[in-house]
């Protein structure tokens, strides 16, 4: 999946470096150690349409970006889009996590 931030074309990558970077995004740290669970905290999010987990995915989704969008540049992005274009971003972000090999088992078991 590719999106357009400021007239630059990103490629999102959802293989293991978006589960390590997501882990670093949103994982669970417990006195200093990282215990990890950025997935399982940023699913139920995105799937009830959470502005900053969808953030925090197309970051994370874009670690082997050069350059690579910067937070504010996807907020700055995403409160560009009208309502509909917004929704369609989350339903296809959704829909690329279930079709990660890396991803689409924990996306199958959280919706059972």
């Known amino acids: 999946m590719n999106i357009n931030i400021n007239d630059k074309d990103y490629e999102l990558n959802f293989g293991i470096g978006f589960l390590r970077e997501i882990d670093k995004v949103a994982g669970l740290d417990v006195n200093g150690v990282s215990m990890g669970m950025g997935m399982s905290k940023t699913l139920p999010a995105i799937q009830s349409y959470d ?16 350059p690579r969008p910067g937070i504010q540049d996807i907020e700055e992005y995403i409160g560009t889009l009208k309502d509909k274009d917004v929704e369609k971003l989350f339903t296809d972000v959704v829909k690329e996590l279930k079709k990660s090999p890396v991803t689409r088992f924990q996306m199958n078991k959280m919706a059972q």
């Open 51 to 66: 502005m900053l987990a969808l953030i925090n995915v197309i970051y994370s989704a874009t670690h082997a970006c050069n």
